[in-house]
């Protein structure tokens, strides 16, 4: 028994639910020993809307889903009745590849996709609104209230460089992105 991780494409932003649903399906028909595992890739991102920060969730790949499975035979019965189940459910197409035969996804890659998801809920990654030019309003710390432009984002750092006019003079000033907000 081989497991490996193949692509299927399904109906975009509907991902979470047709996964739900193929694992209920495949848990019924005593088939979640050929495909134990169908998640939906995704990192988790930090950002600001309406001046509050909430970390949601940003799918890696929208409309696809990663399945795990064992299905190197194709004329197993086994594997001709999960592959049957899932190309019942509603929403669900069928595995990436040539004329719809799966094509597994390699090792390296699906390490990569693996590491990023739990790279994420571990420490979200910053998303900042605001490029370099963009004219921003800065909205709490010393400087509120003031206007400026945006000389540099460090989203590692999850900063913006803001160059604000202070007595007539351009003065650049270290903010993090949510202390700043787009105009």
Not at 101 to 111: D, G, L, W, Y
Not at 141 to 148: A, K, L, W, Y
Request: aromatic share 6%; net charge neutral.
């Amino acid at each position: 028994m081989t497991l490996r991780w193949y692509f299927v494409r399904c109906q975009s932003g509907r991902e979470k639910r047709i996964r739900d649903n193929a694992l209920h399906r495949l848990k019924i028909a005593g088939l979640s020993d050929v495909i134990p595992q169908v998640i939906v890739p995704y990192e988790l991102v930090t950002e600001m809307r309406k001046g509050k920060k909430r970390t949601v969730e940003n799918k890696l790949y929208p409309g696809y889903l990663m399945v795990q499975a064992d299905i190197d035979e194709p004329e197993d019965p086994r594997v001709m009745q999960a592959r049957a189940t899932l190309r019942s459910i509603d929403g669900l197409r069928d595995f990436l590849g040539p004329r719809g035969e799966p094509t597994a996804i390699s090792e390296s890659e699906v390490n990569d996709i693996l590491s990023r998801m739990t790279d994420s809920e571990t420490r979200p990654q910053v998303t900042i609104g605001v490029a370099k030019g963009d004219m921003v309003k800065i909205n709490s710390g010393p400087f509120d209230g003031f206007d400026g432009a945006v000389e540099e984002v460090n989203p590692e750092k999850g900063t913006v460089r803001v160059v604000v006019t202070i007595f007539g003079r351009p003065t650049p000033v270290d903010l993090k992105y949510w202390e700043v907000e787009a105009v």
